[in-house]
């Protein structure tokens, strides 16, 4: 039998490219979160992937986007700083999108560790588009830098996922297991939760607000005398009281909606009934207030 490989990998790619979505499929178990808005990840949630012959701990990394306040700026060096500690990178590219110069800029970074580092070229979300299309971007991929292997691969339908898995685990140096078996991640629960809970409260809401929105969860403790209940004592943060509107709703209705939407998903990952108690609080500018940006955890 073959060595036990262990190692990290990454997933880059421009805003919605399916990068959480697909370490969700990797990993089996809902831990980065997901949205249809862009740049919902902030932290470098690690998802576990446990095998008989490797580990793999998956990286979850933001956006990689041209930074505009402080916080871009920080998002960019989660970005880089992640690049030049994994042992093999993902890029993806969605099937049913050109490729654009977005692609090309994070292409260009990519290619200054491209020595160092593998990097894989990913064709995402295949189940949206004809095979001929999938060829064809394929091909279009292929010009933009060199890859050590190209895949591609659906996270809904679970098309080439496992091929994937092993492309990446190839990559890795021979090593024991780096955490313990079962542990999907080691991110703090607390921040999971917090993640779920912005996750719920950017559905639906218009294109400006994800920037705007932040959660800490101040407090997790079990129900006094009962072991079936967790309460969750959280804020959400917005930069402006008309921000503060948006997420309210019509007589609170739009909160009651998302605390339900997130007490749902928090409850799946604690595996416990979940009492949330939900607060809105304005910090104004918190994006450019480092003092701010460092007690919301950036
Ligand atoms: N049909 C289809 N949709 C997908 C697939 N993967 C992701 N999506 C959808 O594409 C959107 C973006 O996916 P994410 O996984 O959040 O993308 P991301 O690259 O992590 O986005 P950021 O966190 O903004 O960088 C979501 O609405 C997903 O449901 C796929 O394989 N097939």
New binding site residues.
């Given amino acids: 039998m073959s060595e036990h490989r262990s190692g990290f990998a990454c997933f880059v790619?421009r805003?919605?490219?399916?990068?959480?979505?697909?370490t969700n499929a990797l990993v089996g178990t809902k831990v980065a979160i997901?949205?249809?808005k862009?740049?919902?990840?902030r932290h470098a949630i690690r998802g576990i992937v446990h095998r008989e012959d490797a580990q793999l701990v998956l990286i979850d990394t933001?956006?990689l986007h041209r930074p505009r306040t402080l916080l871009g700026e920080r998002l960019n060096d989660i970005v880089h700083t992640t690049w030049s500690e994994v042992d093999v990178v993902g890029f993806?590219v969605p099937a049913n999108e050109k490729i654009g110069p977005g692609d090309k800029f994070i292409a260009a970074e990519l290619q200054k560790i491209a020595k160092r580092t593998p990097v894989i070229g990913i064709v995402?979300?295949t189940?949206?588009v004809q095979p001929q299309q999938v060829a064809e971007q394929l091909l279009a991929l292929q010009q933009v830098m060199e890859f050590a292997e190209l895949v591609p691969v659906?996270?809904?339908d679970g098309f080439q996922v496992a091929t994937l898995a092993d492309l990446l685990v190839q990559r890795l140096p021979e090593g024991p297991q780096l955490y313990p078996g079962g542990e999907l991640t080691d991110e703090p629960e607390q921040t999971l939760v917090a993640e779920l809970i912005r996750e719920a409260a950017l559905e639906g809401v218009r294109d400006e607000l994800p920037h705007s929105i932040a959660v800490t969860v101040e407090e997790m403790l079990p129900r006094e005398g009962r072991d079936d209940l967790i309460d969750v004592h959280a804020f959400l943060y917005v930069e402006r009281p008309s921000q503060k509107g948006i997420i309210l709703g019509h007589k609170g209705e739009r909160l009651r909606e998302v605390g339900a939407a997130a007490r749902r998903n928090i409850e799946r990952l604690l595996g416990s009934k979940v009492y949330l108690d939900l607060h809105i609080k304005v910090a104004k500018e918190w994006q450019r207030d480092p003092r701010q940006l460092r007690r919301l955890g950036f």
């Fill in positions: 790619g805003p919605n490219a399916g990068k959480s979505t697909l997901t949205s249809s862009p740049q919902t990840t933001p956006g993806c995402t979300k189940d949206l659906s996270a809904v």
